[in-house]
């Protein structure tokens, strides 16, 4: 009898075997259909799977640098692309070379008839085009798209064995996915028909997440693994809106991603102090939060300045860091002038502020900054 069994065995196939114990052997785990991982797929799977972003002018490119060296110290194993449009300058097109392994100037003119004609139709959506244009990297089987705003804090390659298209949901309408991270297939019939769906029903943001919202429609609803969690792009708008859950979970977060307005490069930084100082857009306008901030600064001073200076040589450019000779000569001054005589900051009584935040009057440099709040927050939940 144990014989005959035995005997048996070998010629049945993975879902025959699974006939026979269902519960035990699930189909992932079956030696038949699973390749070795060790063996040459492993290599393959490397050098066809790349992380891809996309950098339209200079200051996204420097976001682009901070954002490939940081998937680099999480020692990614996958290739990294950046996609940079015709108007990003020579030293940086250099600098970003360095850290990626592609460099593809993508510019719209250039590319094939549909991308062409979509565009004359359209001109409007040029920019959001640019982005569609990942779909042509037919060299790699699979792709994460990342936007220039986003930073891995961990490595996150285990998004390759997502499908297309996964993406975590937007945190201003969760129906919705957020576009700054997603998994995809590049495929020539894909990118045109994005295209061609892009020229004759616009976009509904103005942008490419309500194109890739419009077009991937079923992603709401039709397969949970399709959504990716949170913590693979976490925003600054979610942690403001929703802090308690940023204090249960915000540590376990891969992915940060400066949404908004402002970005990290809007923001000059005192290398020698280590400070982030302020942007020239008005106080209240989504700050960021201060620790990712400073953790991108301290990235782009350590590893990413370095390679530009080399880039540049002598030709002055924008670094973003502020000199320490001028730092130094305003300390003077300050401490030359008398106290300013300016009036008192305006105070709010709690109810008052509590109006002011929910008319989204946020004093973020002030009462309601973000360590205001987490000290708050401590009080409550001791
Ligand atoms: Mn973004």
Sequence with gaps: MTRKMWGLIPVLDCSQLLRLCPSQCKP??????????????AHRTMSDQAFVTLATNDNYAKGAMVLGQSLRNHNTTRK????????????????LSSIFDEVCVVDVM????????????????????????CWALTQYSKCVFMDADTMVLSNIDELFERE?????????????????????????????????????????????????????????????????????NLSSIAIYSYLP???????????VHFLGKVKPWNYTYDAQRGEVRGHTLSPGQNQLHP??????????????????????GDTPFNSGL?????????HEYLSEQPAPSSPPAQKFSSQERKQRWEAGQIDYMGDDSFANIERKLDSFLK
């Design 291 to 312: 620790n990712y901030l400073l953790m991108w600064w301290q990235l782009y001073g350590k590893s990413v300045l370095p390679l530009l200076q080399k880039s540049y």
């Design 245 to 255: 859950a940023f204090k249960q979970y915000g540590h376990e977060a891969k992915v």
């Design 322 to 330: 502020i000199e320490a000779s001028n730092e130094d000569k305003l």
């Design 110 to 133: 250039e590319s094939g008839d549909t991308a062409h004609l979509a565009l004359m139709k359209r001109p409007d959506l040029g920019v959001t085009f640019t982005k569609l244009h």
């Design 80 to 95: 990294l692309v950046a996609l940079v449009g015709p108007h990003v300058s020579e030293p940086c097109r250099d600098a």
């Design 28 to 41: 992932f785990v079956c030696p038949i259909t699973t390749p070795d991982p060790q063996v040459d797929s």
């Design 164 to 232: 297309e298209l996964s993406a975590a949901p937007d945190p201003g309408w969760p129906d919705c996915f957020n576009s700054g991270v997603f998994v995809f297939r590049p495929s020539n019939e894909t990118h045109e028909k994005l295209l061609t769906f892009c020229a004759e029903n616009g976009s509904f943001d103005g942008g490419d997440q309500g194109v890739l919202n419009s077009f991937f429609n079923t992603w709401a609803t039709a397969d949970i693994s399709k959504h990716l969690p949170f913590i693979y």
